[in-house]
T-cell receptor
Framework: TQLLEQSPQFLSIQEGENLTVYCNSS?????LQWYRQEPGEGPVLLVT???GGEVKKLKRLTFQFGDARKDSSLHITAAQPGDTGLYLC????????????WGLGTSLAVNP | GAVVSQHPSRVICKSGTSVKIECRSL??????MFWYRQFPKKSLMLMAT?????????EQGVEKDKFLINHASLTLSTLTVTSAHPEDSSFYIC????????????FGPGTRLTVL
């Protein structure tokens, strides 16, 4: 059974601080997606990483896919209250009928 | 692009009634759609995978006779919660995978179901 361990589960920080969220697995993924979800809404895709070692940037967010495609990280620089939300990572395996393996999520609160 | 709609956004029903939730991909065709259930501040729990023109594949522990899924076209899937009970109250979310760009799922806005 494939598992994706996401940490931390909860994070409360002050505006302007930096943070990193990790997703780790013993399994290799063909790609990994990061989503952000606000209460009462569906998850919104932030990025898909496909190549081992790949780094993608989205404004203050930096996403990295591990060289072996087993882990990924999301780093937020100078967090703002608007970054508050639930961050979810999900791994895809080509042989899995398109099902995604989900991390447990990181609930981030950025306090002004 | 890649917009998924879900209707209704919120529904309240009496115990014992059935509720249908629609999921539509508005600007792309989706061979595969997924139905999830989510509890507050928790991750998504996959209920079933729906492929156009074939029977849905249900995850272990999900009753297929209670959660009926129909994927009638490449842009529409429906989830019917039959004989709903208060324990079925939850946030239900659908997602759709485009024909190209296989691994990515695009999510609907979710449906809040409350069973009285």
């Amino acid at each position: 059974t494939q598992l994706l361990e996401q940490s931390p589960q909860f994070l409360s920080i002050q505006e302007g601080e930096n943070l990193t969220v990790y997703c780790n697995s013993s399994s290799v993924f063909s790609s990994l997606q990061w989503y952000r979800q606000e209460p009462g809404e569906g998850p919104v895709l932030l990025v898909t990483v496909v190549t081992g070692g790949e780094v993608k940037k989205l404004k203050r967010l930096t996403f990295q896919f591990g060289d072996a495609r087993k882990d990924s990280s999301l780093h937020i620089t100078a967090a703002q209250p608007g970054d508050t939300g639930l961050y979810l990572c999900a791994g895809a395996n080509a042989g899995n009928n398109r099902k995604l393996i989900w991390g447990l999520g990181t609930s981030l609160a950025v306090n002004p | 692009g890649a917009v998924v709609s879900q209707h209704p956004s919120r529904v309240i029903c009496k115990s014992g009634t059935s509720v249908k939730i629609e999921c539509r991909s508005l600007d792309f065709q989706a061979t595969t759609m997924f139905w999830y259930r989510q509890f507050p501040k928790k991750s998504l729990m996959l209920m079933a995978t729906s492929n156009e023109g074939s029977k849905a594949t249900y995850e272990q522990g999900v009753e297929k006779d209670k959660f009926l899924i129909n994927h009638a076209s490449l842009t529409l899937s429906t989830l019917t919660v039959t004989s709903a009970h208060p324990e079925d109250s939850s946030f239900y979310i659908c997602s759709a995978s485009p024909l190209i760009g296989a691994d990515t799922q695009y999510f609907g806005p979710g449906t809040r179901l409350t069973v009285l």
